[in-house]
């Protein structure tokens, strides 16, 4: 079995109610972030990343199949958009 840097497979998927969900709303909803706050921040920061490229625009559109990955302190979390 290979440890590639991305694996899909363990990836947790979040579902979302419509086509399209905002990157601020996509980092509760995936609990990646506590509050907007929080959100707007790591956003700022540059600690957010959409399908490998650094986003620092809070209203990004996100849609499914969209791997959202946000550096922590204990590490790196990442969610794709269901």
């Known amino acids: 079995m290979s440890n590639s840097a991305f694996e899909s497979e363990s990836v947790p998927e ?10 601020g709303q996509f980092l509760k909803l995936a609990d990646l972030a506590e509050d907007g ?4 921040d790591l956003i700022a920061d540059g600690e957010v990343r959409v399908n490998g490229e650094v986003e620092q625009r809070r209203g990004r559109q996100l849609v499914r199949g969209d791997v959202v990955s946000v550096l922590m302190p204990a590490g790196e979390q990442t969610a794709q958009v269901g």
């Not at 979040?14 to 990157?23: E, M």
Request: proline share 7%; aromatic share 0%.
């Open 37 to 40: 706050a929080q959100a707007r």
């Open 14 to 23: 979040v579902p979302i109610r419509d086509d399209v969900i905002r990157l």
